[in-house]
């Protein structure tokens, strides 16, 4: 699964057919991917959202590339539409599971953003869909796509490090005092249907925080338990799944975290700051969350790290590096050539590639769903204030305290069904 396309089925697309694509979310995300979508040869036959600035700048946008999609609020209606091939899920993260399932029931083949779910119930029901209907279904976890990446896998699996026992998953920076303040409960802005927007997510009153589209700053919803979960869900899905990519989707046996808000003063609910260690069969791996504490790691100010016996590699979007241990032979090596950090174009080449010839991506959904797994489960350790044992035969934890949170929690009348 690790190298690009493993058979799926034996159904085969004409290597010419024209491929029909819609675009459920054209926020920030959205817009990026719809320029992906286009560039990899895809019809893009519907936008929607359920923010109409946010559709009438995605229109825009497509008219440049030369498409003319018709505009859509309903997600229902792109599900019911039997002439859309693919659907592209670019919501937030409370959405995925659910759009992704659906779309899988209609017959759709679905490029759906990570993390892949909220709740770890969702993500087994996503891999179950996409079995179950036969679906090509590629997640957004683009690294993988990447030759940084890949290289550095490839490096790992050669046993050139010596015998890794530790890994590191972080990110670093310096967010303001503030944050992003106390707006408190304010009217929708015109355009935008918010009951549709919270969904499954329980009911609550709008607040532009938990919104989050505000012109010069990432959208904040990510920070909020309801819709995400932080930054935990938000980095280290990309960063936590290198270590899953090089070691064949092998994930934790236990699950530990602890983080706060210790600096940041505003509404949202995420830890700015978070440590969370996973006790993997042969290795440790811990994650940094740092937005109060920039000092870099590795002289980075986020990535991946493999600690051998015989060396280190660190890896993120800009290059890798080596760095030999004591007296080992293992000579030091960097490379950080601009030309080899593409992503995104190469992993939807290969999700438009496993469309048509129904083979499985370079990020299967259910590679994604693990990964994401492993960032949820330490997320409710840090809340439920316990370890975690993780089952990986049963798909549940050993702590039956904690079993509730695993659960899909949606306000009626939505419902998971596969």
């Not at 679906?135 to 550095?152: E, L």
């Not at 408190?184 to 938990?210: H, M, S, V, Y």
Request: some cysteine; charged content about 25%.
């Amino acid at each position: 699964m690790a190298g690009g396309c493993a058979a799926l089925t034996s159904s085969m697309r004409g290597a010419n057919d024209k491929l029909t694509i819609a675009h459920i979310g054209t926020g920030t995300m959205g817009r990026g991917n719809i320029g992906y979508a286009a560039k990899s040869g895809f019809q893009i036959t519907a936008l929607c959202d359920v923010y109409q600035p946010n559709l009438e700048r995605a229109q825009a946008l497509a008219r440049k590339l030369g498409q003319e999609p018709r505009l859509v609020k309903d997600f229902r209606e792109i599900i019911a539409d039997k002439s859309i091939d693919v659907v592209c899920i670019s919501t937030p993260d409370h959405w995925h599971a659910y759009m992704t399932i659906e779309a899988c029931k209609a017959g759709k083949d679905v490029y759906v953003e990570k993390p892949s779910c909220v709740y770890v119930e969702e993500g087994l029901k996503m891999v179950e869909a996409a079995r179950k209907y036969k679906r090509v279904v590629q997640g957004g976890t683009m690294q993988r796509s990447g030759y940084f990446f890949k290289k550095a896998v490839e490096i790992v699996k050669s046993g050139d490090l010596g015998e890794v026992t530790f890994c590191r998953t972080w990110q670093a920076g310096m967010t303001k005092k503030d944050g992003y303040g106390f707006p408190g409960e304010t009217q929708p802005p015109a355009g935008l249907d918010w009951d549709l927007w919270l969904g499954p997510a329980p009911k609550r009153a709008f607040n532009i925080n938990r919104w989050g589209i505000v012109d010069g700053r990432w959208s904040t919803f990510r920070y909020f338990w309801d819709y995400a979960g932080g930054a935990m869900t938000d980095w280290n899905v990309h960063l936590l799944d290198i270590v899953q990519y090089a070691y064949d989707e092998v994930v934790p046996l236990k699950y530990s975290a602890l983080g706060s808000k210790f600096y940041v003063n505003d509404d949202t609910e995420t830890p700015d700051t978070l440590v969370a260690t996973y006790h993997y069969p042969k290795f440790l791996c811990m994650y940094e969350s740092r937005t109060a504490a920039p000092e870099p790691m590795f002289g980075e100010g986020y990535g991946t790290a493999f600690l051998g016996t015989k060396g280190t590699l660190v890896v993120n979007r800009g290059g890798y590096k080596i760095v030999p241990a004591g007296k080992s032979a293992l000579q030091p090596f960097e490379d950080h050539d601009k030309a080899k950090g593409v992503m995104n174009e190469l992993h939807w080449e290969n999700f438009v590639e496993c469309v048509k010839t129904r083979q499985r991506p370079i990020a299967e959904i259910e590679t994604t769903v693990r990964t994401t797994i492993a960032c949820l489960l330490s997320n409710i350790a840090l809340r439920a204030d316990m370890t975690l044992d993780w089952d990986d035969n049963a798909k549940t934890v050993k702590q039956e305290a904690a079993r509730k949170h695993l659960k899909a929690q949606y306000r009626k009348p939505w419902k998971l069904e596969v």
